[in-house]
């Protein structure tokens, strides 16, 4: 591989790393009039509209560029439209925002504005118990993480084909403690588990197993481009590609703020605080 770099920019310290890319931050923006909310989770689209997650009231953001709150959604309860416990959120296109309602062990569609489209799985079709994470392929097909089984869950919008991964015949593949599920342009599924990512190929392939450093304490995962990012709790960014780790500690950049949440977007990658302070890279070549 040749040995291009990457660069974190932060107040304008660079740090470079040997892979293939470069980060730069392109900005930080604040949302605003949020005072005593704990903000869990980000996404958002190339069109600049970004959803959080709101733990304390269960509801869902839509905030653009500025800071400003568009919409608030969601809200505690067990209406089609309400949330209990959202564990994840993601934009697969510029249209569809989808959310793993936890305790009402559902899968919940939004258009972009916040207006409530569907469910998933309906009619009862399977179980669904804990959804703790979701990831959508653009040619229909919905990638759950169940929380309760410690598998993933793969189906089409009408539940016609299912497939499940990730359980104990699948020896070294099979899940602990999963925490995060993405899937790439390709419909490779990765999951971040405390101590390792796991990788499968659509549907049920086993393909590959990096090893974490469960002392790091990975809290989050995203995918920009083809490149795997790992968010740690230990205030570092981990870099994946090809089986090749390299680290990132935003300590030493200056970053003081705990980021708790990221969301790849094209080339660009939206960090999150629980007070509703985003970073924005963008991924370049050199």
């Excluded at 916040?114 to 990638?143: H, Q």
């Excluded at 991964?165 to 699948?170: K, M, Q, R, V």
């Excluded at 392939?205 to 968010?231: G, H, W």
Aim: proline share 3%; with cysteine; aromatic share 12%.
């Amino acid at each position: 591989m040749n040995s291009i770099k990457v660069a974190f920019a932060i107040a304008g310290v660079i740090l470079s790393i040997s892979i293939a890319q470069s980060f730069v931050v392109k900005g930080t923006l604040q949302v605003k009039n949020v005072d005593g909310k704990e903000f869990t989770g980000i996404a958002g689209n190339s069109f600049g509209d970004i959803y959080l997650i709101e733990s304390n009231y269960d509801e869902v953001y839509h905030v653009n560029r500025r800071g400003e709150i568009i919409r608030i959604a969601g809200g505690i309860g067990w209406d089609h439209s309400n949330l209990d416990g959202p564990s994840d959120i993601v934009c697969p296109d510029e249209i569809n925002i989808f959310i793993a309602d936890y305790f009402n062990g559902k899968i919940k569609h939004f258009d972009k504005e916040l207006n409530f489209i569907s469910e998933f799985p309906i009619d009862n079709s399977f179980t669904l118990t804990y959804p703790l994470s979701v990831d959508y392929s653009k040619d229909g097909f919905f990638f759950i993480l169940d929380g309760d089984k410690n598998e993933v869950i793969i189906s089409g919008t009408k539940a016609t084909k299912i497939y499940q991964l990730g359980s104990p015949e699948y020896g070294e593949f099979k899940l602990f403690n999963p925490l995060k599920i993405r899937v790439d342009s390709r419909k490779n599924v990765y999951v971040l588990e405390r101590n390792s990512i796991k990788i499968f190929k659509f549907p049920v392939a086993p393909s590959k197993l990096i090893k974490l450093d469960k002392k790091e304490n990975p809290i989050d995962m995203t995918i920009v481009i083809d490149y795997v990012i790992v968010l740690c709790g230990t205030m570092k960014y981990f870099i994946i590609k090809n089986k090749i780790l390299k680290e990132v500690n935003l300590g030493e950049l200056g970053i003081k703020d705990t980021i708790v949440s990221i969301s790849g977007i094209s080339n660009r990658m939206l960090s999150l605080t629980r007070d509703g302070k985003i970073y924005i890279f963008e991924l370049i070549n050199k």
